[in-house]
């Protein structure tokens, strides 16, 4: 089956109540039992929904995938795989993250023993260089929030098997479209739904794909224990959402290519990051290991203060300043002051998060009207 059949078909049954086309809505807590024990497997909706199970079924079809496991949110999903670790097993990640998984890396998951480096995924050597007998987990974004930056997932991949680690890859930004991970030889991948996946800026989920039997019996027991599910309503709207994720996309990547050239050649700006343009440094990475270059891209003006960028912002109309990104409608932001405020100045700036820089989600309107929207905030 291939990509564009899968976000409709993949995983998914008729309904066998009243042979429903679409999956039903299935808004109960708790399953009636004949028998103890005896239910069909649903006891309890913290444990078991069919609207989840047909989300996750559809989640394991997109990434290619055995298993396929939702959460509340993305962080959900993020804090699920960091318990599988221990006191005192370390994790290698970028120093080019999305603030928020730096945030539980650092004040929730390190007062409990688990130590993170934060590196530039780049250097192989610097990434070997920290690896010891604690260490447990790779952990990549790529593309990274909000630089844009691309790692080569199958060199990581060779570390992670050469030194038995475990190698997870955020796809957030990329969604299952653009770029399969689980191909390239990663072990989990982890998406933000509320992004891409769910597409319509009206739902909050997380989603894990794995194939490790092993694995995804430990994943899907922290879901159940620490309960961070997601309810039926919200896996309704994501798998409502996924059923378009290929024309989205595909309508994403186009506009974003026309407003990083447009940006690019724009006397004003400093520099475009989007992975699409030659001159991106992993521009032929991203070729490589993704069939597109997506919808996100940033870019910093020359010159300009926090207090200019900010301005900048509030001129623009189309783009809705406001946080998230994936959705239809076009979104803008400043992330050192909103997804990447809780770094410290000092360590955002050293990846590129400058006062500067401000990130685009490029929806699917008319790649004109986005286009005047940024020439008139120019003015």
Known sequence: MKFNTKTIHGGQKIDPAFNSVMQPIYQTSTYAQKSPGVNKGFEYSRTHNPTRTALQNSFASLENAKYGVAFSSGLAAIDAIIKLLSPGDEVISTNDLYGGTFRLFTKIFEKYGVKFHFTSLHNTADVESLINENTKVIWAETPT????????????????????????VDNTFASPYLQNPLNLGADIVMHSATKYLAGHSDVV???????????????????????????PQDCFLTLRGIKTLHVRMQRHCENAH????????????EKVYWPGLESHKNHKVAKKQMSGFGGMLSFRMKDFSKEQSIKFLEKLHLFTLAESLGGVESLCGHPATMTHASIPKEEREKSGVTDSLIRLSVGIEDVDDLINDLQNAFL
Do not use: R
């Open 145 to 168: 929030n909000p630089m844009i930056n691309i790692f080569d997932i199958e060199v990581l991949s060779n570390i992670s098997k050469s030194n038995n680690l475990l190698f997870v």
């Open 205 to 231: 989920l997380g989603a894990l794909m794995l194939n490790d039997d092993e694995i995804a019996e430990k994943l899907y027991f922290v879901q159940n224990a620490s309960g961070a599910v997601p309810g």
């Open 258 to 269: 026309k407003v990083a050239h447009f940006l690019n050649d724009h006397e004003m700006v």
